[in-house]
């Protein structure tokens, strides 16, 4: 008889409630786990990413850092956090030293997120997350999250529950119903996919682009107006104040006209949404009202976003 070996590339594992476990447990059983399979286009000695579930606010008898050495950590207070500041119980300045300054994980050791399959439902550390049901800060707190560099982000896709205890979609038969697809991408028949929403997906692009660029020339108003860059590769700012941010601000990106992300997307060379326009210092007028969409614009490098290179500029 022949006996053949199948192999499982298993790239991301999660540990579900990990804290229940010992931590020198965990370690023998990840020490198993082969190197990534070179084949497959991973590089030589490439390890698994492992993130593990360890609810820690503070006061806790097992403590996450016990598992940061053998992991990266869920690290629930950094959607706490941003909910609470996109909500308006925090001004967004003080974002500005947001990170492990905050008592949060060490950026390497952070798996980040807004909600959860559990918290949303206010379940395994939920309580004041925000979620899709309050889409408008929702998608400012990700798209803060997003174009962030610490940690490394988790996005939510979920179904609509009114229930907490609630299933999926389903149809007479207990048979789960596919989503549908809308016209803008988006998702129906009872199913959310945050993951499709344009500011949410854009974002992702928005982080693509920035790459392992660190925050700079940051600026607020001393209340709820922020910007900030990302190297020379990206530009992000917000207003959850109750008035306009008309500010004429450092985009640190190179001259031309480029598509803000967020209201629309690049079409045939030209935008849906907004456009903003970069002088040849890198600065640009950039005005968000109060009362928009959504509280953020953003801009990065990019073809899919820079329509125009505007040599004109100044």
């Keep these: 008889a ?12 999660r540990i579900d409630a990990a804290k229940h476990m010992w931590p020198e447990d965990l ?10 399979n070179t084949e497959h286009g991973f590089a030589p000695n490439s ?26 950590v869920t690290e629930f207070k950094a959607g706490l956090e941003l909910s609470n500041a996109f909500r308006g119980n925090n001004q967004l300045r003080w974002l500005s030293s947001w990170g ?35 889409p408008r800060a929702y998608k400012a707190a990700i798209a803060f999250l997003l174009a962030h ?27 789960i119903i596919s989503p549908s697809i809308n016209s803008d991408g988006s998702c129906g028949n009872g199913w959310v996919c945050q993951h499709r929403w344009r500011q949410i997906y854009a974002m992702v692009g928005f982080r693509n ?62 935008c849906r949404g907004k456009t903003v326009n970069v002088d040849g210092n890198g600065r640009a007028n950039i005005i968000l ?4 969409y959504d509280i953020m614009m953003a801009i990065h490098v990019g073809p899919e976003v820079k329509y125009q290179a505007d040599l004109n500029h100044n």
């Excluded at 390890?47 to 990266?72: F, K, L, N």
């Excluded at 798996?111 to 439902?121: A, V, Y």
């Excluded at 108003?221 to 590769?233: D, L, M, P, T, V």
């Design 209 to 270: 682009a920035a790459g392992n660029s660190g925050i700079n020339d940051w600026w607020d108003n001393g209340s709820n107006q922020i910007a900030f860059c990302r190297g020379n590769k990206a530009f992000i700012a917000f207003n959850n104040d109750n008035w306009t941010l008309n500010q004429n601000l450092q985009t640190c990106l190179p001259a031309g006209t480029y598509c803000d992300v967020i209201s629309g997307d690049k079409v045939n060379n030209s």
């Design 149 to 175: 560099p610490y940690g490394e982000p988790q996005i939510m896709s979920s179904f609509q529950f009114l229930d907490s205890e609630i299933g999926p979609p389903m149809d007479f038969n207990q048979n």
């Design 100 to 134: 492990p300054q905050w008592g949060l994980l060490a950026s390497g050791d952070a798996l980040t997120f807004i909600d959860n399959h559990d918290n949303e439902r206010g379940h395994g550390g939920g309580g004041g997350i925000l979620t899709y049901k309050e």
């Design 47 to 72: 390890r698994p990413y492992i993130y593990q579930e360890v609810i820690d606010y503070g006061g806790e008898a097992v403590s996450r850092d016990e598992y940061t050495p053998i992991g990266a």
């Design 27 to 36: 370690r023998v059983i990840f020490s198993r786990l082969r190197n990534l």
């Design 289 to 292: 009202g109060n009362n928009e």
């Design 2 to 13: 022949t006996v053949k070996r199948f192999e499982i590339i298993i790239f991301v594992t």
